[in-house]
């Protein structure tokens, strides 16, 4: 049995394991400072981390099977890229502290979740998460939130995107999310649309990277859009093979970011990703639900982009075309970067998610010293 100090947990299907492949390079630093064991509910799951990684894979399909994992690895604190809901079977073993990292920071409802009061400490970006958070939940104990920035955000990545000379504009939708409150694809709505706006803008690459649930998703509209997206995007690149238009639908995103010149999404991590990494680039957010004001207040990156709603196609290229020459909103997007990120560099998220994960574990060392005195309260013996 591999010496494990912290556990990335992960309990859900194949169609899910981005949520924890992106955190894996960031995982292969912190097991240099302490093991780190890949706990997997799904056999599915656990062959594609395993082609991803060199950390110990342990899966553990069923209940008994769990517990019995846990007392064998002995860890001291558990990471939870996600809130699946068998987390909860993990979540019941007190002997550990219990982390909750995501999988990005976005805007979405689901990022204030009444799922983070399971958690011992809840890992976020910075202020907004914080405001999300007391907004969003009652009776909620902020002091449970500590902010490490976005860590992936400090890998360089191979590059996915072949060399150009035209500018390029990335299109990068997200899925329509499990339930209708946390729906904000632009994909069954107006993706065909801004694709052929994007194609109609001179001397522009276009690159098409969808969320990875998108290209499994199976509500008809959305399938629907993404495959006349991808016909849209083949015919372009036939007609004009030297344009090097593309769609991307395998590989890491942030691998594609640093060669974009502005990205077309919706209220999604990769939108903040983008704020952070391509701070003075233009960035156009779309909103599904046709209502400025509630983007305003409950989507602040929206405050320094331009909204795609409900603008003709002509217009759509014309206001490309014309961020694309001139961009009136980074000084915008760099106080903004502020607000979502605090101060951080790169390479200054990785070193407080690992500062975080390493004061966990010698708190969870101390805290199973306690014991108890004459007057019932807690001595720390150790």
């Known amino acids: 049995m591999h010496e494990v100090s912290v556990i990335a947990y992960f309990a859900d299907d194949p169609t899910r394991t981005y949520q924890l492949v992106q955190w894996l390079p960031v995982l292969e630093v912190l097991h240099a400072a302490h093991p780190v064991g890949i706990v997997v509910r799904d056999p599915g799951s656990a062959a594609v981390i395993r082609a991803r990684t060199t950390l110990p894979v342990f899966e553990a399909p069923s209940f008994p099977e769990l517990t019995d994992l846990y ?74 939130l500590v902010r490490i920035g ?40 107006r993706g065909v649309d801004l694709v052929r706006a994007i194609l109609d803008v001179p001397d522009v690459r276009l690159v098409y990277k969808p969320h990875p649930k998108v290209v499994t998703s199976t509500t008809p509209a959305v399938a629907a859009a993404h495959l006349d997206i991808l016909a849209l995007v083949g015919d372009a690149a036939h007609r004009d093979p030297d344009a090097g238009h593309v769609a991307v639908t395998v ?12 990205m077309v999404t919706d209220v999604s991590s990769v939108g903040l990703d983008w704020l952070y990494l391509r701070t003075d680039k233009p960035i156009f957010i779309t909103d599904r639900h046709h209502d400025a004001d509630r983007l305003r207040r409950d989507v602040p990156v929206s405050r320094c982009a331009d909204v795609v709603d409900e603008q003709d196609l002509a217009s759509l290229t014309a206001l490309v075309a014309a961020r694309l020459d001139h961009d009136e909103h980074h000084l915008a997007r760099v106080a903004m970067r502020h607000h979502y990120f ?36 807690d001595a720390i013996t150790a």
């Open 251 to 262: 590989g890491d995103i942030l691998a594609i970011i640093p060669d974009c010149d502005a």
């Open 342 to 377: 605090d101060d951080l560099q790169v390479g200054d998220s990785t070193v407080r998610f690992l500062d975080s994960v390493s004061a966990l574990v010698a708190r969870r060392d101390r805290l199973l010293g306690a014991t108890t005195t004459d007057d019932g309260s």
């Open 150 to 189: 976005r860590p992936q955000l400090d890998l360089r990545p191979s590059p996915l995107l072949a060399p150009s000379t035209r500018r390029t504009v990335l299109y990068a939708p997200t899925w329509e999310g499990d339930a209708d409150y946390n729906d904000y694809t632009s994909l069954d709505t």
């Open 71 to 144: 007392a064998r690895l002995d860890a001291k604190v558990v990471l939870y890229c996600n809130n699946s809901i068998l987390n909860f079977q993990s979540l019941i073993d007190a002997r550990l502290l219990h982390v909750h990292i995501n999988h990005g920071e976005s805007d979405k409802q689901s990022m204030a979740s009444n799922n983070a009061k399971a958690y011992d400490r809840v890992f976020v970006a910075g202020k907004a998460a914080v405001e999300r958070h007391v907004a969003g939940l009652m009776e909620f104990d902020t002091t449970r």
